[in-house]
């Protein structure tokens, strides 16, 4: 039965529109956890575009519009390969080089503020030229480079992989991009993490958490140090059958 309702997800997941069929199939599958990673391993050599469509406020190399705010993804995902390596890292705390360089805040702020601030009083909307953009050819090959890279790793790692052992090695992993999205997921996640219990983040997690705190040298990272040690973790990631 899980099968049938997880391929469903993912035919959701590769469909155009963002806010009715993509982010919600992804936000599902998530709760699937290990079971999906075969899947987006296999997807990640996936060369079909599939523009995406009622993306709204949505930021990401794709975007044309900008509406001075929005929900932000630095991935190109248009590309179903690269939506996968969205979930895949997402998922997995890793960062195989999915997350793309076009966008990013200072980027977005610096061509709003040099070339769009007119264009924004008048129509409230910004037209965006992302001028850093790769050109198709390389893309394609930096595309199959990650994804053999995430499939090594899964052939390294499938047997022993689990959710909470994954939070501990990105917690210790010293990069920032690892960093950010353990702590986004411990945080603000809602997707479920099997044998998380209180009591577990408390004698396993949060002492790195302590210890990360001293040694931390990404202030973005930092504040959401701070913020987690202030409020702790998200009770929609507790297994509840623990």
Known sequence: MHEVKIDSLFVNFKK?????????????????QKSIIPELINLLKNEDFIKLTNTFDLIYPGTTVYYGRGYYIPYDIDWISVRSGWLL??????????????????????????NYYKSYLKKGTYELDWKRKTSVQKK?????????????????????????????????????????NVFQYLRNGDS???NLTWELYNNEIKPIIVALKKTNEYPEVQ????????ESVSSKLLDKSK
């Not at 155009?16 to 709760?31: M, R, T």
């Not at 997995?92 to 061509?111: A, C, H, I, P, R």
């Not at 504040?223 to 202030?230: M, P």
């Open 223 to 230: 504040e959401q140090i701070e913020l987690i040690l202030k």
């Open 140 to 180: 394609a090959e930096i595309r199959k480079v990650l994804s053999k890279k995430a499939e090594k790793w899964w052939k390294k790692n499938q047997k022993r992989w689990n959710k909470i052992a994954a939070i501990k090695e990105a917690l210790q992993s010293n990069n920032e991009n690892r960093l950010r």
């Open 89 to 114: 890292e997402d998922l997995t705390f890793q960062d195989f080089g999915y997350q793309s360089l076009e966008v990013n805040n200072e980027t977005l702020m610096k061509l709003v503020k040099e």
């Open 192 to 194: 479920k993490c099997d």
């Open 16 to 32: 155009e529109s963002f806010y009715e069929k993509v982010y919600p199939a992804k936000q599902e599958l998530e709760n699937y």
